[in-house]
């Protein structure tokens, strides 16, 4: 199970790191994603960590704004996000993936999808 939290209102320019935590699962085995979904939009890929953390990857919208990190030791994956803009307002969604090792961008070739943790930036 993941579970997500961290979400909350900020004002633009602001900063909010989201956590996942993980359960039931060998979190170290596992690649981890995040996505979010905008009111009216569809899901969207934003950030994707390795099974160890070596390599991450972004969606070009957060690319030297968020930071996605994992502790292995603590079974979380962790989503630093800074200069928050109001078009990232949203629900945040964690996934896990043990397919590839490198994450997905497709949100439903995870194997486990946690619950949204929501995200208002305000102007």
């Known amino acids: 199970q993941l579970q997500a939290s961290g979400g909350g209102l900020v004002q633009v320019g602001g900063s909010l790191r989201l956590s996942c935590a993980a359960s039931?699962?060998?979190?170290?085995?596992?690649?981890m994603g995040w996505f979010r979904q905008a009111p009216g939009k569809e899901r969207e890929f934003v950030a994707a960590?390795?099974?160890?953390?070596?390599?991450?990857y972004y969606a070009d919208s957060v690319k030297g704004r968020f930071t996605i990190s994992r502790d292995n030791a603590k079974n979380t994956v962790y989503l630093q996000m800074n200069s928050l803009k109001p078009e990232d307002t949203a629900a945040y969604y964690c996934?896990?993936?043990?397919?590839w090792g490198s994450g997905s961008k497709n949100f439903y070739e995870y194997d486990y999808r946690g619950q949204g943790t929501l995200v208002t930036v305000s102007s």
């Open positions: 960590i390795t099974r160890s953390g070596s390599r991450t």
């Open positions: 039931g699962l060998t979190f170290s085995s596992y690649a």
């Open positions: 996934a896990a993936e043990n397919t």
